[in-house]
């Protein structure tokens, strides 16, 4: 059981390795190293609890790469060789390779740019009977910009208001109504019933994706926004009846009038 789990642990690695090196499949590539990244990690933790591995048998040097692994610490490395889809980096005085697609959240055109650079990753395999190290650094990034935009977006959630009114770009449309990416950065869903006064059937009928839209928020509940263009609509009609323009008669009618009241008075 344990040869067979390494024979398929080897061939998903190899895959891999195999895929970077054609850098015009930079997305598949790095759909499939989140995949083995984690299978690796379901793997040795059976192998773990199987005793399949033995940490005490183990290199220390090894044991120490595995714990980093598991751990998913974060190591500080100097980039001193580059090779063919990646570069060379040490841990702990073992060649690790760091595929191109795991140096950057970008896509990586000059791999010289990178040489002798300090960078932050994470070991994603370690395989100590292959004397196999792969590195990353795309998911100490990715966490980090994930995390920008969570505390981006409280702080966006916590400056907005119901009533607050502001323009935003149709981002998606569905059957139920228009998202809208706002001036803030947050994204609301103006429901097929707020898009306007009249009644729409379907939002891409009055709406086109990539458009510019004002929108009036007018709910917040469970940090989602409910925007309404209908309120926007419905307040400039109400203004427009309130600063209508009521013309007062002329005077002369004033007078005339009021002479012919005059004139039929019996005093």
Same mark, same amino acid.
């Given at each position: 059981?344990?040869? *067979?789990?390494?024979?398929?642990?080897?061939?998903?690695?190899?895959?891999?390795?195999?895929?970077?090196?054609?850098?015009?499949?930079?997305?598949?590539?790095?759909?499939?190293? @989140?995949?083995?990244?984690?299978?690796?990690?379901?793997?040795?933790?059976?192998?773990?609890?199987?005793?399949?591995?033995?940490?005490?048998?183990?290199?220390?040097?090894?044991?120490?790469?595995?714990?980093?692994?598991?751990? *998913?610490?974060?190591? /500080?490395?100097?980039?001193?060789?580059?090779? /063919?889809?990646?570069?060379? &980096?040490?841990?702990?005085?073992?060649?690790?390779?760091?595929? &191109?697609? =795991?140096?950057?959240?970008?896509?990586?055109?000059?791999?010289?740019?990178?040489?002798?650079?300090?960078? =932050?990753? $994470?070991? !994603?395999?370690?395989?100590?009977?292959?004397? =196999?190290?792969?590195?990353? +650094?795309?998911? !100490?990034?990715?966490?980090?910009?994930?995390?920008?935009?969570?505390?981006?977006?409280?702080?966006?959630?916590?400056?907005?208001?119901?009533? @607050?009114?502001?323009?935003?770009?149709?981002?998606?449309?569905?059957?139920?109504? +228009?998202?809208?990416?706002?001036?803030?950065?947050?994204?609301?869903?103006?429901?097929?019933?707020?898009?306007? @006064? #009249? $009644?729409?059937?379907?939002?891409?009928?009055?709406?086109?994706?990539?458009?510019?839209?004002?929108?009036?928020?007018?709910?917040?509940?469970?940090?989602?926004?409910?925007?309404?263009?209908?309120?926007?609509?419905?307040?400039?009609?109400?203004?427009?009846?309130?600063? #209508? @323009?009521? *013309?007062?008669?002329?005077?002369?009618?004033?007078?005339?009038?009021?002479?012919?009241?005059?004139?039929?008075?019996?005093?």
């Amino acid at each position: 059981m344990e040869e *067979k789990m390494e024979e398929m642990i080897e061939e998903k690695i190899e895959e891999t390795v195999e895929e970077t090196t054609d850098e015009n499949k930079e997305t598949p590539e790095a759909a499939t190293m @989140d995949d083995l990244s984690e299978e690796l990690e379901a793997s040795y933790k059976a192998a773990e609890e199987e005793g399949a591995e033995d940490s005490e048998d183990m290199d220390p040097v090894w044991a120490t790469l595995t714990g980093y692994l598991k751990d *998913k610490t974060v190591l /500080n490395v100097k980039i001193g060789g580059i090779v /063919n889809a990646g570069v060379i &980096a040490y841990v702990e005085n073992v060649r690790g390779f760091i595929p &191109a697609s =795991r140096l950057s959240l970008e896509h990586v055109e000059d791999l010289n740019e990178w040489l002798h650079k300090k960078i =932050r990753v $994470r070991v !994603i395999t370690a395989d100590p009977k292959k004397k =196999r190290l792969v590195l990353s +650094a795309r998911e !100490i990034l990715r966490d980090e910009a994930r995390a920008k935009a969570a505390d981006e977006r409280k702080a966006a959630m916590e400056q907005t208001s119901v009533g @607050d009114v502001m323009e935003g770009t149709v981002e998606t449309l569905k059957d139920y109504g +228009a998202f809208i990416r706002l001036e803030n950065g947050l994204s609301g869903l103006v429901h097929v019933s707020q898009i306007s @006064d #009249r $009644r729409v059937t379907s939002p891409d009928k009055v709406l086109k994706e990539g458009e510019t839209v004002k929108v009036k928020v007018i709910a917040i509940k469970d940090g989602k926004l409910s925007l309404s263009m209908k309120a926007l609509l419905e307040k400039t009609s109400d203004e427009g009846d309130h600063n #209508r @323009d009521y *013309k007062l008669p002329k005077s002369e009618s004033i007078s005339t009038n009021l002479g012919s009241l005059l004139a039929n008075l019996k005093l």
